[in-house]
C-alpha cells in the first residue's frame, strides 16, 4: 500500500479536497519489473472499477499493462482510508491510500476541480494554474489563495 501527502500553502482558506467523489486523480506511474515509467500521467477514479485479467471477478480502480515489459498491473484505492481534506498548511499531510499490484505511483498532479472552504464558511471551486489559484472571499472580505508545493508518495 502507498500513501499520498501533500503540501500546499492555504492563505484564508481550508479543508482541500477533490470536488467529488467521481473525481479523477493523475498520477505519474513505473513498471516495477522492468521500472519503465510512463511518460504521461495516469487518470484513476476512486468510483470506476475494471476487470483484472486473469483474477476471478477481481476488479481494481486502474488497471494497466506496460508498454516496455507488457506486465498488467493494477491499483486499488483502499477503502478503509477515505480521501482526506488537507488542513495543515505548509506541512505534508495525506490524501489518500492506495494498493498497487506490479506498479508504483511515482508522481502526483493536481489538475481537476477541487474545492475549499473560506474562514466563514464560503465554498469555492479550485482549478489550480501552474500550481497556484487565487479568488476573493466576499464574506470574510479576504484575499484567498493556495499555493501547492508538491507532493511525496510513501508506504502506508
Not at 477515505?82 to 506498479?103: H, K, N, W
Not at 494554474?129 to 487565487?134: H, I, K, L
Amino acid at each position: 500500500r502507498l500513501k499520498l501527502e501533500i503540501r500546499a500553502d492555504l492563505e484564508n482558506v481550508t479543508d482541500l479536497r477533490p470536488s467529488s467523489d467521481d473525481f479523477d486523480f493523475f498520477f505519474n506511474v513505473t513498471c516495477t519489473t522492468c521500472h519503465e515509467t510512463h511518460p504521461k500521467p495516469v487518470s484513476v477514479n476512486r468510483l470506476q472499477e475494471r476487470e483484472v485479467s486473469g483474477g476471478k471477478n477481481t476488479t481494481a480502480h486502474f488497471v494497466w499493462r506496460c508498454g516496455n515489459c507488457k506486465r498488467e498491473s493494477s491499483a486499488k484505492f483502499d477503502p478503509s482510508f477515505p480521501v482526506r481534506p488537507y488542513r495543515d498548511s505548509g506541512s505534508f499531510a495525506e490524501l489518500l491510500v492506495i494498493e498497487c499490484r506490479g506498479l508504483e505511483f511515482v508522481g502526483f498532479d493536481p489538475m481537476g476541480t477541487w474545492t475549499c472552504n473560506g474562514n466563514k464558511g464560503q465554498l469555492f471551486e479550485v482549478e489550480f494554474q501552474d500550481g497556484y489559484w487565487a479568488d476573493y472571499d466576499e464574506d470574510a472580505r479576504l484575499p484567498v489563495q493556495i499555493d501547492f508545493k508538491g507532493s511525496r508518495w510513501s508506504r502506508a
